[in-house]
Antibody, heavy 119, light 107 residues
Framework: QVQLQESGPGLVKPSETLSLTCTVS????????WSWIRQPPGKGLEWIGY???????NYDPSFKSRVTMSLDTSKNRFSLKLNSLTAADTAVYYC?????????????WGQGTLVTVSS | EIVMTQSPATLSVSPGERATLSCRAS??????LAWYQQKPGQAPRLLIY???TRATGIPARFSGSGSGTEFTLTISSLQSENFAVYYC?????????FGQGTRLEIK
């Protein structure tokens, strides 16, 4: 059974950079697309972007200037960096596994980690 | 960007009855449409992909239909654990987009 687990700080200051890691167990990261999705409190889901196991990335235009994703196949994990944070970036951040090829729906999700942007 | 619009925002249904949730895309997404269920404090759970294929372990009372721009998620004979928020997601065209959600509540 594939499991994903987010890790990172729960509180970040405005203008700083958020760094989150998603560790994958029960399956190899060396296939599939791996995404970050966030959910502001009381609101809907926002796709941030994905990274393919080859290292190629694709970001939502809303985040493109601020986001970087990377992966470490040796540790079976992938990461998100989001800079220039504001209060609007306060959200639960999920990592998720996308499908193969064009099938970019999300079949496995982490439990989510709440990130609060506040001084 | 393809805008996904779900209706209604809130749906009140009695246990044992049928619920029909709608999702409309601002342009065609073919059959590249997924549905998710989210309960409070939990991550979303994949229900349907390819517009009509149930994900592993999803009971048969969940069914999806549609293609192009109009999609429906039907839950027959609602059970207590089915009351949650449901999201649709298109993955036909970059960027991936979600609907705003439909809250399914007990009547």
């Amino acid at each position: 059974q594939v499991q994903l687990q987010e890790s990172g700080p729960g509180l970040v200051k405005p203008s700083e950079t958020l760094s989150l890691t998603c560790t994958v167990s029960g399956g190899s990261i060396s296939r599939y697309f791996w995404s970050w999705i966030r959910q502001p409190p009381g609101k809907g889901l926002e796709w941030i972007g994905y990274i393919y196991f080859t290292g190629s990335t694709n970001y939502d235009p809303s985040f493109k200037s601020r986001v970087t994703m990377s992966l470490d196949t040796s540790k079976n994990r992938f990461s998100l960096k989001l800079n220039s944070l504001t209060a609007a970036d306060t959200a639960v951040y999920y990592c998720a596994r996308g499908g193969l090829g064009t099938q970019k729906y999300f079949d496995y999700w982490g439990q989510g980690t709440l990130v609060t942007v506040s001084s | 960007e393809i805008v996904m619009t779900q209706s209604p925002a809130t749906l009140s249904v009695s246990p044992g009855e049928r619920a029909t949730l709608s999702c409309r895309a601002s342009q065609s997404v073919s059959s590249n449409l997924a549905w998710y269920q989210q309960k409070p404090g939990q991550a979303p759970r994949l229900l349907i992909y390819g517009a009509s294929t149930r994900a592993t372990g999803i009971p048969a009372r969940f069914s999806g239909s549609g293609s192009g721009t109009e999609f429906t998620l039907t839950i027959s004979s609602l059970q207590s654990e089915n009351f949650a928020v449901y999201y649709c997601q298109q993955y036909n065209t970059w960027p991936i987009t979600f609907g705003q959600g439909t809250r399914l509540e007990i009547k």
